[in-house]
């Protein structure tokens, strides 16, 4: 059973910056691809980044230019730099790892 902790969410002003992380423990000792997700009370849950246990990375649309995903495979954690953030981004963030180990989630609220 692989455990998600996640951190770095909060309440940011339009056009600002926050970093995500999560960090996975458990009984897994494989290094899997890992991803973030976001979901708000009337949106399905959506695919904000991903990335491969080699690095290799994925964008949602909507995010695409604004956000950055990492990973440091000796602390088991990934990372979601994320920029110029707007209104619409405002969610909570999940922490996948793949295929279905989620975390509990983080708020994030873009406001003035």
């Known amino acids: 059973q692989v455990q998600l902790v996640e951190s770095g969410g909060g309440l940011v002003q339009p056009g600002g910056s926050l970093r995500l992380s999560c960090a996975a423990s458990?009984?897994?000792?494989?290094?899997?691809?890992m991803g973030w997700y976001r979901q708000t009370p009337t949106k399905n849950r959506e695919l904000v980044a991903d990335?491969?246990?080699?690095?290799?990375?994925n964008y949602g649309a909507s995010v695409t230019g604004r956000c950055i995903i990492s990973r440091d495979n000796a602390k088991r954690t990934i990372y979601l730099e994320m920029n110029n953030l707007k209104p619409e981004d405002t969610a909570v963030y999940y922490c996948?790892?793949?295929?279905?180990?989620w975390g509990q989630g983080t708020q994030v609220t873009v406001s003035s």
């Open positions: 458990g009984s897994s000792d494989s290094i899997w691809a």
């Open positions: 996948l790892f793949y295929p279905n180990s």
């Open positions: 990335i491969t246990s080699f690095g290799g990375t």
